[in-house]
């Protein structure tokens, strides 16, 4: 009867074809592919990024010199933001409209749902009205970071400070994201895996509009932030803090090491800055005013500053000719003083002067001839010179020597290739390059690498990489700190030098340089100064047997080493082997402290 | 009271439980894509589940009332019906209010009224009555020309509210007019003009073009396997091409070869069109008739696309055939849509853990996008229920049209099961990426009165006079 009948099979057809395309489709997109499930996971969490507190920071007696204090960011949503009483607002948080305007539109700029820092790092004392205030304010809230707060407002150089990442940062490591915190110099650098902790995540679920609403799996995926590793720095925050009274006016650099371990007890860089500045909303402003300081307080001194060691080198020079055998300990040069060719001497002295003598009493013409027969010693010039330097270099001189000082300079150790690049190759001899031989000329070395040679010293042939941690939390400290590093000079050879380093203390300037009970061996220097008066260098250790402490002390315009140098050096270290100083030697102390050198050209 | 009785024992109980379960598997996932904490009680009229609860019951009394009016009423009345709701929708462009662009909603008191959503059904109605009557040949012109005006006039009414969606709903009634007799031909022209569309916005209208040169070909070649004529084809057109070369040669390469290339394939096309009258090859004129027709169209796709397609369509089918992608613009509803289905698996999140659609990032998700929280939360399972139960139920629909002895109600009955496929497929296929966006809900599923009450209405006016089969009319 009806002949279409048949058609309702393509009907039918037609529907279950659809509905198997549907299954077939959706099949691929349930079951196979899993990319949509990431998607979902992308669109609907939201990671909430818990700051962790920075590690500690302690000096080797367990001062704390480094710890956190609390700071409010305050964020806005603007799109949650209500009509409010700017006026109000602004006084609040002591910004001008302006501010507050361009701030808002900078917000709304990235995003209207998506909250973004209005004002940073707002002090706990302002945040505590703030927060008392802020329910008048819709579409604003606050979120706590930690700031660094330091107990002692010193050792800025050696601590460092923390910025806020910048793109390089933010490429170098994935970790970082823009407005993260990071140590940009001194330990805050150097440890800032550790002391940084990890961040954590508290997944939040959101809405299309980036609005919470609630924690994802009541919190069972979150990470929490862990907590920066505290670390022991080898500083003695008393005679850090006693360093940096002694250098107040001056400019110059202190370093003192433990020559058992190479720990550095205290390290100045003069003129420094107080840590603090260089925290919270300030830090810009006081960064760029330290900056343009023209006692360049932003300058490590200690660990950037490539000054001429002077006469402390002298000390070098004799080891290396004793070691050589170009001298020995009978070797008697004779000294006519200011009519001394090619090198005179300052100083009024027994003639000839023998090894301890010459120490004693920093004789420049046994020194020249000690250098002299060094390099004799060998074929050439140039073959005498690179023994003599590698010697040199054997105790760290031109080196790195550790990790420890990210931006540390390696000085000026000259080589051979320098010498034949001016007078062309063969044709320069010892005459030529006579001021390595009492430490001028092309030497360069930092005040921490002439430490490190007083405590190679003191330690009669070795030391160990001076480095600035202690212990680390959970932690160890690199292992190359524990290596031990041998001179290439024999211990015996190091007794004369000894010898006439304790003289030089015991002898004339022991009125202001001998701390009574205290075996301490040191060496002058006096390095020539072309723009002002000349720079005063001392270096010592202490005491004779066992020693405790090296110390280098460098002071600008110091006039000459016996005058600042040298009492600074044993103030400081009778401070910290005695932990006092004596009252006979308060005067002393009241001179060095009262002492302004800012003025480059000092009496005589 | 035997008539009553056999009203209640005629009913085909499996389709309306069919209808119900749909209709409360909706429901609940209305009230997932809807659920927060705040807002638990099911009868919260305040949220769309709590409303559309009472749609739900209010299509219950609907359905309840169309069963207990006499089946003949449906007939007698149908043309009145279709009238009435041709005004109201003429009625609405005038006094309606605009939702969203569109001009198809009526205000009584706080309710909206969709009157297109009407259409369907009464359309539907003078349909079966018209191609009932005594006389009517679909392949007489005047029988056509009227069945196109029942069908076409509430569908031009509703593009002039600016719903394009509902009005491509009536497009599905020429697979009722293929039930009845249409010529398949149109079908096949229907499916190829969509696959040509397609091609033609997907690959360039040169390359289309040899492509379509190349079928006709192998037409040509199945249907006159005379080897030696089908040769000369090519040597036609690689004659015309030379020709037109040298010509342009010697005009000073005034034209591009692909402009030569195409004016090649005609003329090559005519020429061999002549050659085969001479040789009265089999049908040589369909074949050209066809291959110039699917040029033109080809051609001519590229204009409406941009010219009489509105920017917004333009966007959707592009983001549909892959041309542009652009995943937080045009592509935003239906990425996420593919996101939150995506994400459910195999077993989904379960009810009410729904993540994507919950927190409002798929669009529309208790309406159009409804059959998201299908997949997020019930997974490839839930899928496979849902789809499975649709095929079954439009299945059943046909199968009951089938076994009616009056044309009205066979007609009426494929209407209905055309319609709600058509919601169907337009539906499903937008939330997973496979159709365009185009705004037509999910029979039963999605929210919303009008559209819950008019799907109900048509069924239900079907399931009446499905029960009534054994009666003359």
Partial sequence: ?604 | MPKRNSLWANIDWITVILFVTLMLLGWVNIYSSVFDQEHQSIFDTSQRYGKQLIWIGAALVIAFVILIIESNFYVFFSYIIYGTIILLLILVLFIGVEINGQTAWFMVGSFRIQPSEFGKFATALALANYMNTHGFKLQKLKSLAIVSLIILTPAALILLQNDTGSALVYFSFVLVLYREGLSGVVLFFGALMIVLFILSLVVSNLVLALILLGIALIAFFVLNPKFKQFLRIPVFYMASFLFLFIVNLILGKKYEISFLISIASVVGTLIVLGYSFRKRLKYFAIICYIFLGSIIFTFSVDYVFNNILGAHQQARINELLGIKSDPLGAGYNVNQSKIAIGSGGVWGKGFLNGTQTKFDFVPEQDTDFIFCTVGEEWGFAGSILVIGLFMIFLTRLIWLAERQRSGFSRIYGYSVAVILFFHFFVNIGMTIGIMPVIGIPLPFFSYGGSSLWSFTILLFIFIRLDASRYEKF
């Avoid at chain 1, 970790?175 to 995540?201: F, M």
């Avoid at chain 1, 690498?449 to 001076?466: E, S």
């Fill in chain 1, 1 to 604: 009867m009806d002949i279409f009948s048949k058609r309702k099979y393509l009907v039918i057809a037609i529907f279950l074809a659809a509905g198997t395309v549907f299954l077939i489709k959706l099949f691929g997109l349930q079951v196979m592919d899993s990319k949509y499930k990431v998607s979902a996971t992308n669109n609907v969490l939201r990671e909430i990024v818990q700051y962790p507190a920075r590690g500690l920071v302690y000096d080797r007696n367990g001062t704390l010199m480094v710890f956190n204090k609390p700071a409010y960011d305050l964020l806005i949503t603007p799109r949650e933001v209500e009509a409010f009483d700017t006026t109000a607002f602004c006084k609040l948080l002591e910004i001008s409209k302006e501010e507050l305007n361009a701030g808002i539109q900078k917000a709304r700029e990235y995003s209207t749902y998506k909250p973004s820092i209005l004002i940073k790092q707002i002090p706990p004392e302002s945040f505590a009205y703030l927060q008392e205030q802020l329910y008048k304010f819709k579409g604003f809230h606050t979120q706590s970071r930690t700031l660094r707060e330091y107990a002692h407002s010193s050792a800025a150089h050696v601590l460092g400070y923390v910025s806020e990442v910048n793109d390089n940062d933010i490429n170098r490591d994935e970790y970082y994201k823009p407005g993260d915190y990071i140590g940009a110099s001194g330990i805050e650098k150097t440890y800032e895996n550790q002391l940084r902790g990890v961040k954590g995540i508290k997944k939040q679920l959101v809405d299309v509009h980036n609005r919470i609403q609630g924690s994802y799996l009541n919190g069972a995926e979150d990470i929490p932030a862990q907590i920066g590793k505290d670390i022991i720095s080898t500083l003695d925050a008393d005679l850090q803090i006693y360093a940096e009274q002694l250098f107040r006016n001056k400019r110059g650099g202190v370093v003192a090491i433990e020559p058992s371990t190479g720990e550095v007890l205290a390290l100045v860089s003069a003129p420094t800055y107080d840590p603090g500045l260089l925290v919270g909303r300030v830090r810009g402003t006081n960064y760029n005013i330290l900056l343009r300081d023209t006692l360049k307080p932003l300058f490590n001194r200690a660990t950037q500053a490539k000054y001429p060691p002077g006469s402390t080198f002298k000390l070098i020079n004799t080891l290396v000719g004793l070691e050589t055998g170009a001298i020995t300990t009978n070797s008697r040069f004779s000294c006519y003083g200011k009519s001394t060719t090619p090198i005179r001497c300052t100083h009024n002295h027994v003639s000839p002067a023998d090894v301890v003598d010459a120490i004693r009493e920093s004789c420049n013409p046994f020194l020249w001839n000690t250098f002299r027969a060094t390099i004799r010693k060998y074929n050439s010039t140039a073959e005498g010179f690179n023994v003599w330097r590698e010697y040199v270099a054997s105790f760290g001189i031109g080196q790195i020597l550790s990790s420890d000082f990210p931006n540390a300079l390696s000085g000026n150790l000259p080589k051979e290739s320098l010498y034949n690049g001016i007078y062309g190759s063969g044709r320069w001899s010892p005459l030529t390059i006579r001021s390595l031989a009492i430490g001028q000329g092309e030497l360069g070395a930092t005040p921490l690498q002439m430490a490190n040679v007083a405590a190679a010293i003191a330690n009669r042939g070795y030391y160990y990489p001076p480095h600035l941690i202690k212990e680390i939390e959970n932690d160890t400290i690199p292992g190359s700190f524990k290596k031990r590093r041998n001179t290439k000079i024999s211990p015996v050879n190091f007794e004369p030098i000894i010898e006439g380093m304790e003289q030089v203390v015991n002898g004339n300037l022991n009125a202001t340089i001998g701390v009574p009970g205290l075996q301490m061996c040191g060496k002058t220097g006096t390095v020539e100064n072309n723009q002002g008066s000349d720079h005063s260098v001392f270096t010592a250790f202490a005491p004779k047997e066992n020693p405790k402490i090296a110390i280098f002390v460098y002071v600008e315009n110091g006039v000459w080493g016996s005058r600042y140098a040298a009492p600074m050096a044993s103030l400081m270290v009778e401070q910290y082997l005695n932990d006092t100083i004596a009252a006979k030697r308060k005067w002393v102390e009241k001179r060095m402290l009262d002492a302004n050198l800012l003025n480059p050209n000092q009496p005589k």
